[in-house]
């Protein structure tokens, strides 16, 4: 069944839409990731236009987080106050990224910048994971057992000013990382239209030293409140948000993640990540041999939106 | 107005100047664009009027065109800049309809003539406007035929030779398949009757192409309210998706 979508103004299959949005959800469910970084390039694939695809996902994003931040709320697992300093980064930075994607889209040059983002960031993220899953295996072969984790370095983070007390975190470290990392993870979300979590729980972990079980929350609630930010500053600035899209994407992944939750917690961790991490190199290679390869169609058309 | 201005202006010319004209019919003349719009095909079909005889000598061709609102279009050229394709030039050609078919009863250089193509700008070439490129720019040619080559691939331009049925001079149809990734507006739709490669009559009208119901309110919205059309999506995805995950989990718990 074809539908036409009345902001990207391209008429799709509704299935091929619910499918995708199914398949991204199964992932996100498995691997416990948003799956915003695998969609928006999905999106390019099938034909929508980048500005679009940015903005919906990001509206996407803020629905399929909604209903794990309240799971996480029950389970008083969501440093709010982190959340908050994360927050007043993330604001700042998704207008920012608003600011830069306009003026790059004016001289024609965003596609180039979102799958550049795309490319190195899949790339680097990929790559890292494959890398820490097959020592992982291979560490589990051999040893046949974990080995102690080691403690967390006390390095420079924390001989930074203004410090603060993260109560549920158990920290007490000084606001500026917070800001920092909210900050990029803010510019990348308007720019890439992903909710960040991937650069963010890594962060939070390495960077902040929060303890795991906080980190999904408070990430997630973070990331609720920067893509709705970013949903409505591309809805008044660029009116690229298509609703009937987004809507047909949750329906499917909603569903998808359910699934998803199911096969992941029959497989092991290992393995899931090298998946993942498969998965994301793959996305990533696409993407690079576009800008890498000569295009078959040189030319482009674009609207006369800039001078 | 417009049609009794026509009338009016029929009516003032001498009874000869139109030997023949056209009467026009159109299965619809006016497509709506709804949730499940998947392209629309048009007929396009009259007969011509003729107070004398049927004239000796060259056959009569007809030539029907259907015309998108036209509007200026940026055109981008991707060049190699350290190892990655990137867009460097670009062009900004005038005015490009976005929908352009042209429907012919016989091969395009046989029912008119390249003078007679210039003046009522027929063919597809002629139809795009592009006088204001940068002379800096090298090959400015070739950014006007990028906006023809890459709109023919996406179907939304071509030119369809043979493809106008013409009965005893007098009677023709034709069809015009509109593609699903349609622009809104009015689509203007001429018919040109040739007599030699000469244009002997001609007749314009249009057919509207407009978003209804859902998509037009959405559009609209989505435009002239922006914040609260921002909010609302928010508050569907939001309520779609918890809903989605709710009717899930009590399902599987049944």
């Known amino acids: 069944m074809q539908i036409y979508l009345p902001i990207a103004e391209v ?59 309240l799971a996480h709320f029950r389970r008083k697992t969501v440093d709010l106050k982190m959340g908050g300093v994360l927050l007043i980064g993330g604001l700042t930075g998704a207008a920012l990224g608003v600011v830069v994607f306009n003026y790059l889209k004016s001289l024609g040059q965003v596609d180039l910048l979102v799958k550049l983002c795309y490319v190195v960031f ?169 800008l890498l390869l000569q295009p078959a169609e040189l030319f482009t058309l674009g609207t006369s939106g800039g001078h | 107005m417009l049609r009794v201005l026509a009338a009016l202006c029929l009516l003032s010319l001498p009874a000869h100047a139109v030997e023949e004209s056209v009467v026009l019919g159109l299965s619809k003349d006016r497509v709506a664009i709804t949730a499940t719009f998947d392209g629309s095909d048009i007929l396009v ?9 049927i004239p000796e000598g060259d056959p009569l061709e007809v030539i ?71 002379m800096h720019i090298q090959g400015a040619q070739d950014f006007a035929e990028a906006v023809v080559r890459i709109r023919e691939k996406s179907r939304l331009y071509s030119i369809r030779e043979n493809t106008v049925a013409v009965d005893e001079q007098t009677l023709f149809r034709t069809s015009i398949a509109m593609p699903a990734d349609l622009t809104e ?3 203007s739709t001429r018919i040109f009757l040739t007599r030699g490669g000469q244009v002997v009559s001609s007749f314009e009208t249009t057919i509207g192409v407009h978003k209804v119901g859902l998509e037009r309110i959405l559009f ?12 609302m999506s928010l508050a569907i995805a939001i309520a779609a998706g918890w809903g989605a995950s709710t009717a899930f989990r009590m399902l599987r718990n049944s």
């Open chain 2, 185 to 187: 507006g009015d689509y």
């Open chain 2, 220 to 231: 609209n919205m989505s435009r002239q309210q922006p914040i609260v059309y921002g909010l």
């Open chain 1, 122 to 290: 899949l790339g680097v993220i990929g790559g890292l994971m494959f890398i820490e899953s097959l020592n992982a295996i291979r560490k589990a072969r051999k040893a046949g057992g974990s080995p102690p984790p080691k403690r967390r370095q006390r390095g420079w983070v924390h001989a930074l000013p203004f410090k603060a007390r993260f109560r549920t975190s158990g920290l007490y470290i000084s606001v500026i990382p917070p800001l920092v990392v909210g900050l990029f993870v803010g510019v990348l979300s308007a720019i890439m239209g992903v909710g960040g979590g991937f650069i963010m729980v890594p962060a939070m972990i390495y960077i902040l030293g929060m303890p795991t079980k906080v980190v999904v929350g408070t990430s997630l609630f973070q990331i609720i409140f920067v893509t709705g930010f970013t949903t409505m500053l591309h809805a008044t600035t660029n009116y690229t948000v298509d609703v009937v899209l987004a809507v047909l994407l949750l329906v499917g992944g909603v569903i998808g993640a359910q699934i998803g939750t199911v096969i992941g917690a029959r497989m092991k961790a290992e393995q899931l990540r090298i998946l993942l991490a498969l998965l994301v190199l793959v996305v990533c290679g696409k993407l690079a041999s576009d």
């Open chain 2, 64 to 134: 029907v065109t259907v015309s998108g609102p036209s509007e200026p279009v940026m055109v981008r050229r991707k060049e190699r800049k350290f190892g990655i394709w990137v867009n460097t030039d670009s062009v900004l050609v005038d005015s490009a309809p976005s929908f352009y078919a042209v429907a012919t009863s016989a091969p395009f250089d046989k029912v008119i003539t390249n003078t007679e193509d210039l003046r009522h700008r027929i063919s597809i070439n002629r139809a795009i406007r592009s006088v204001g490129a940068d």
């Open chain 1, 11 to 69: 008429s799709v299959n509704a299935f091929l839409l619910l499918g995708l949005g199914g398949m991204v959800g199964v992932l996100s469910g498995m691997f416990g990731v948003g799956g915003g970084f695998l969609m928006t390039p999905l999106l390019f694939f099938i034909g929508i236009p980048p500005a679009v695809a940015v903005a919906t996902e990001a509206n996407q994003i803020v629905a399929s987080s909604f209903s794990g931040v």
């Open chain 2, 45 to 53: 079909f009259g007969a011509i009027k003729r107070e004398a005889p």
